[in-house]
T-cell receptor
Framework: AQKVTQAQTEISVVEKEDVTLDCVYETRDTTYYLFWYKQPPSGELVFLIRRNSFDEQNEISGRYSWNFQKSTSSFNFTITASQVVDSAVYFCALSERSNYKLTFGKGTLLTVNP | GAGVSQSPRYKVAKRGQDVALRCDPISGHVSLFWYQQALGQGPEFLTYFQNEAQLDKSGLPSDRFFAERPEGSVSTLKIQRTQQEDSAVYLC??????????????FGQGTRLTVV
């Protein structure tokens, strides 16, 4: 069975601080896909990134970066120089090659204070 | 519109009432999903459509829940005889390809259902 754990329920930082959101996953499939979504107060889930299990290369997109480590089953998300607009709930999710349904973690509420 | 549109945004229903939630996916998207998000939790899968065919309804919590997508575009999630435990945000998502590709899904803003 697939499972995603986001151990951090809430994180509060001051603007311009760097912050890392942790995600640990469990799966029996050798082919799987990992996702991060952002959910601002408006409620819409905004897609941020999709990675497949064969691509462990870290990715950077502006202030966002992702660290995928199969050895520890982790897919962590770092925001550099955080801004107030980054305040939201962030979800990590997993889908397996054999099971396309997204399994989400419980989310991490990030609050960036001015 | 450019994104997934859901209506209504908010719905208050008295226990026992039937409700219908609408989803307008991104034009041309083959796949459509419904998820249920309880307060403080991540979304949980309800059902999946590929065009007009409902290929997976394994996540529907009871036979009071029914979904359709008759023309392969707009979808409706219907809940009959609502109960308090049905209170949640119902999210619709669409994807341009079939699930074989495990591509990212684009979500709407959801419908917050409150059963009183």
């Amino acid at each position: 069975a697939q499972k995603v754990t986001q151990a951090q329920t809430e994180i509060s930082v001051v603007e311009k601080e760097d912050v890392t959101l942790d995600c640990v996953y469990e799966t029996r499939d050798t082919t799987y896909y990992l996702f991060w979504y952002k959910q601002p107060p408006s409620g819409e889930l905004v897609f941020l990134i999709r990675r497949n299990s064969f691509d462990e290369q870290n990715e950077i997109s502006g202030r966002y970066s992702w660290n995928f480590q199969k050895s520890t089953s982790s897919f962590n998300f770092t925001i550099t120089a955080s801004q107030v607009v980054d305040s939201a709930v962030y979800f990590c999710a997993l889908s397996e090659r054999s099971n396309y349904k997204l399994t989400f973690g419980k989310g991490t509420l990030l609050t960036v204070n001015p | 519109g450019a994104g997934v549109s859901q209506s209504p945004r908010y719905k208050v229903a008295k226990r026992g009432q039937d409700v219908a939630l609408r989803c307008d996916p991104i034009s041309g998207h083959v796949s459509l999903f419904w998820y249920q998000q309880a307060l403080g939790q991540g979304p949980e899968f309800l059902t999946y459509f590929q065009n007009e065919a409902q290929l997976d309804k394994s996540g529907l919590p009871s036979d009071r829940f029914f979904a359709e997508r008759p023309e392969g575009s707009v979808s409706t999630l219907k809940i009959q005889r609502t109960q308090q435990e049905d209170s949640a945000v119902y999210l619709c998502a669409s994807s341009p390809r079939t699930v074989v590709m495990n591509t990212e899904a684009f979500f709407g803003q959801g419908t917050r259902l409150t059963v009183v």
